[in-house]
C-alpha cells in the first residue's frame, strides 16, 4: 500500500521558517521524481518544488525561488521543504506527490504526472 505522510506545518508568523517532511512507503522512493504542491482557499492546486531521483535536479516556482530548498533522503524514504522567509501568501495546504515517471523542466509542474498523493500538512503565515 502507497503512503505519503506529510508534517512539519504550523502557524508562523511573516519572515519564520518552517521544514516540511513527507514520509513515503509502498513504492521505491529512490526512483521516482517528487514534488511538493500547495492550495490555498479558493485556489488552484500548484506545484512548488520538485527533484529528480538522487537529488541530481530541482525546481521551483518563481516566488519560491532563493527561499525554498526541496531535497531528499533516499536511505530514510523521505522528502523535504525547507522553508524560509515566509510570506503571508505561503499560506496553503502542502502536499507531497510521487510522479509517474521522469519529470523536466516543462513538465514537473503539472499535476497529472503524478500519481500519488499525500493529505496534506498546513502552512499559515501572519502578517
Known amino acids: 500500500q502507497v503512503t505519503l505522510v506529510e508534517s512539519g506545518g504550523g502557524s508562523v508568523q511573516s519572515g519564520g521558517s518552517l521544514r516540511l517532511s513527507c514520509a513515503a512507503s509502498?513504492?521505491?522512493?529512490?526512483?521516482?521524481?517528487m514534488a511538493w504542491f500547495r492550495q490555498a482557499p479558493g485556489k488552484e492546486r500548484e506545484a512548488v518544488a520538485a527533484?529528480?531521483?538522487?537529488?541530481?535536479?530541482?525546481f521551483y516556482i518563481d516566488s519560491v525561488k532563493g527561499r525554498f530548498t526541496v531535497s531528499r533522503d533516499d536511505a530514510q524514504n523521505t522528502l523535504y521543504l525547507e522553508m524560509s522567509s515566509l510570506k503571508p501568501e505561503d499560506t496553503a495546504m502542502y502536499y507531497c506527490?510521487?510522479?509517474?515517471?521522469?519529470?523536466?523542466?516543462?513538465?514537473?509542474?503539472?499535476?497529472?504526472?503524478?500519481?500519488?498523493w499525500g493529505q496534506g500538512t498546513q502552512v499559515t503565515v501572519s502578517s
Open positions: 527533484i529528480s531521483p538522487r537529488g541530481h535536479a530541482s
Open positions: 509502498g513504492f521505491t522512493f529512490g526512483n521516482k521524481c
Open positions: 506527490a510521487a510522479a509517474r515517471g521522469f519529470l523536466g523542466p516543462r513538465t514537473w509542474y503539472s499535476a497529472y504526472e503524478y500519481e500519488y
